[in-house]
Structures are given as C-alpha cells and as structure tokens.
C-alpha cells in the first residue's frame, strides 16, 4: 500500500505517521519531517524516522522507501 507525499511534506510540514495492529494503533508520531533536503542515500537505504510514542508496543524505528507516482 503506497501513500502519497510530497518533499515539503517530509523536509517541514511533517507527517503522521501510525503504527497499528490489525485496527489498534500501537504506536505514533506527529509531523515527523527530516527538516533539511534528503540525500539520495536513501533511496537505496530507505529513509528512516524514530522518536515514536509507544502506547502497546516498542517501536525504535521505521524504515520506508520511496517509489515514483503514477
């Protein structure tokens, strides 16, 4: 499952981003952004945010990747 975001989205607006099991929400964060450009490194390594709040469930990273839009 793919969501749309854009480079703004990701360098200063932010996005929240949860982590659920089946319908529960395990764990978050709110506007998660990286603040300064991203670097092409991770195009191959995956981008990765920490710093979740965890309600049922340790979470200490996720890794994703980016993939072109139709």
């Not at 480079?7 to 978050?28: F, K, M, N, P, Q």
């Not at 998660?32 to 981008?47: D, E, I, K, Q, W």
């Amino acid at each position: 499952m793919g969501v749309s975001v854009t480079t703004r989205d990701l360098t200063s607006a932010g996005i929240d981003i949860e982590i659920r099991s089946r319908h529960v929400v395990v764990a978050s964060r709110a506007r998660a952004s990286y603040g300064t450009s991203l670097h092409r490194t991770g195009l191959c390594s995956g981008f990765k945010f920490g710093g979740f709040t965890s309600l049922l469930a340790d979470v200490g990273q996720l890794t994703f990747f980016l993939e072109p839009g139709p």
